[in-house]
DNA sequence: CTCGTGACTCCCC
DNA sequence: AGGGGAGCCACGA
C-alpha cells in the first residue's frame, strides 16, 4: 500500500528507474518517458531529473536521453563540451550538428519494453 | 510562502 | 515557416 509520501518522490525515481534500463546503443526522448509516468506533459520534470540525476549514486545513464528530435539538448550541461557525443559515439551512435543520425533507428520507447 | 526558472512538448496564429 | 503561450512539477532564492 502505497501512502502520499511515496507518491510525491515516485516520479524522479522513476524516471531514474527508467533511464537505467535504456539498452546500450539505444536511446529515447524526454517526452517518451513522461508519458510513460503518466505526465506526457512533464517532459521538463524529466529535464530537471537528468540535471540531478548528477547526484545520485548509482548511475544514470543521461546522455541516452534526447528531446523529441534527437538533439543533444543536454549536451551543455555535461562536463565538458563533448562528453554526451563521446559517451553516445562510443555505443556506436552517429552524432552530426548535436543530432543523432537515424534516430528512430535507435530509439527505445520505455513502453515497449516495460508494458 | 510566493515567484521565477528549466536537459520539454504540444497547440494555435 | 516560425514565433508565442500554456501545461507540467520540483527546487532554489
Not at 37 to 46: C, D, E, K, N, T
Not at 91 to 108: A, M, P, R, T, V
Amino acid at each position: 500500500m502505497r501512502n502520499e509520501k511515496d507518491s510525491q518522490i515516485d516520479f524522479f525515481e522513476k524516471v531514474y528507474d527508467v533511464v537505467r534500463q535504456i539498452p546500450y546503443g539505444k536511446v529515447t526522448t524526454y517526452g517518451l518517458i513522461a508519458k510513460h509516468l503518466g505526465s506526457p506533459q512533464a517532459a521538463r520534470m524529466v529535464g530537471w531529473a537528468m540535471n540531478k540525476s548528477h547526484y545520485q549514486e548509482n548511475y544514470v545513464p543521461a546522455q541516452r536521453v534526447v528531446n523529441r528530435n534527437g538533439m543533444l539538448s543536454g549536451k551543455h550541461h555535461f562536463n565538458g563540451e563533448h562528453v554526451m557525443e563521446d559517451l553516445l559515439m562510443s555505443e556506436g551512435i552517429q552524432i552530426k550538428n548535436d543530432c543523432i543520425i537515424d534516430f528512430e533507428k535507435h530509439l527505445w520507447d520505455p513502453e515497449a519494453f516495460l508494458k
